[in-house]
């Protein structure tokens, strides 16, 4: 924007090239910092727990101390033993490094798609929700550890999706 190029804002390149306008890139280059930083201090929580968001779909590589569990009632003692306990079990572990792979998979698979345009294609990829549920839906025995990823997994929806999240549920 600094530039006054406008590479990458087509439509007021655009909009110049056809009215032979001018553009005052100051203004902007203003308005575009105070979305950038009102966004940082919005989204800043989300630096903070990082470890607990991550937890859903990677626990194997979870610091436990740097998870936040008191939004979901979890007694943090049984949540460190049950995810060791899961870490050292073969099936489990195995099932979590799993689901890395699909999810980086599908991210492939939606660039592709959304690189050649094909947005039908895009509808016909499995949801990324339904991956994280399919793989948290079996270890029963870890209750701490289960009730953790589904408070995780639920805490952003809108009614919609939480519907959606609980049907999976």
Same mark, same amino acid.
């Given at each position: 924007m600094e530039s006054g190029k406008l590479l990458h804002f087509k439509n007021l390149k655009q909009y110049r090239n056809e009215t032979k306008a001018t553009i005052e890139a100051n203004y902007f280059s203003i308005a575009l910092k105070n979305m950038k930083d009102g966004f940082a201090v919005r989204f800043e929580q $989300? @630096?903070? &727990?990082?470890?607990? !968001?991550? $937890? @859903?779909? &990677?626990? !194997? &590589?979870? &610091?436990?101390n740097e998870i936040n569990t008191k939004p979901f009632g979890i007694d943090a003692g049984s949540l460190q033993m049950q995810l060791l306990d899961l870490k050292t079990k073969d099936f489990w572990s195995g099932k979590f490094t799993e689901l890395k792979s699909k999810l980086e998979e599908l991210e492939v698979q939606k660039c592709m798609h959304i690189a050649q345009h094909k947005w039908t294609a895009l509808k016909e990829i499995p949801r990324v929700e339904a991956l994280i549920f399919g793989a948290w839906n079996h270890p029963e025995c870890y209750s701490e550890v289960k009730k953790l990823a589904y408070g995780m997994l639920t805490i952003f929806g809108s009614t919609y999706s939480c519907e959606q999240a609980f049907s999976c549920m």
């Amino acid at each position: 924007m600094e530039s006054g190029k406008l590479l990458h804002f087509k439509n007021l390149k655009q909009y110049r090239n056809e009215t032979k306008a001018t553009i005052e890139a100051n203004y902007f280059s203003i308005a575009l910092k105070n979305m950038k930083d009102g966004f940082a201090v919005r989204f800043e929580q $989300f @630096k903070t &727990n990082k470890s607990s !968001l991550a $937890f @859903k779909v &990677n626990p !194997l &590589n979870t &610091n436990t101390n740097e998870i936040n569990t008191k939004p979901f009632g979890i007694d943090a003692g049984s949540l460190q033993m049950q995810l060791l306990d899961l870490k050292t079990k073969d099936f489990w572990s195995g099932k979590f490094t799993e689901l890395k792979s699909k999810l980086e998979e599908l991210e492939v698979q939606k660039c592709m798609h959304i690189a050649q345009h094909k947005w039908t294609a895009l509808k016909e990829i499995p949801r990324v929700e339904a991956l994280i549920f399919g793989a948290w839906n079996h270890p029963e025995c870890y209750s701490e550890v289960k009730k953790l990823a589904y408070g995780m997994l639920t805490i952003f929806g809108s009614t919609y999706s939480c519907e959606q999240a609980f049907s999976c549920m």
